[in-house]
């Protein structure tokens, strides 16, 4: 093999050999890229499950309300069209007036503590 031959082939092996660094190099950013991708998407994921699983918990207390006090079968619901309106038409109160409710739109019990 000639000399000018060798010398194309190191160069040629010097070249991939680069080339593979550099690939190697993208590859392992895109690996931590898609890391950290599947960790956000994990978090979101759970966030989503949480947020689901509060607002099961709120409808099914909505209709546990609406069972105990029968609505809609015993309400007139053009006037009292949900079920909050209907809560509201049974306590009478009117939360801009109600004075168990703080600034904050938290409710206080009898003694003024808020819960």
Do not use: F
Request: proline share 3%; net charge negative; glycine share 4%.
């Amino acid at each position: 093999m000639s000399n000018e031959m060798r010398d194309w082939m190191r160069d040629e092996i010097e070249d991939l050999k680069m080339k593979n660094a550099r690939i190697s190099a993208e590859l392992a950013g895109s690996q931590a890229e898609a890391s950290r991708l599947e960790a956000t998407n994990a978090r979101i994921s759970a966030e989503w499950q949480a947020a689901r699983d509060e607002r099961d918990a709120a409808r099914a207390a909505m209709a546990g309300i609406a069972t105990h006090i029968h609505y809609p079968e015993c309400w007139d619901t053009a006037a009292y069209p949900t079920v909050v309106d209907a809560v509201r038409e049974i306590t009478h109160c009117d939360p801009a007036q109600c004075t168990h409710v703080q600034q904050d739109g938290k409710q206080q019990d009898g003694e003024g503590v808020a819960t």
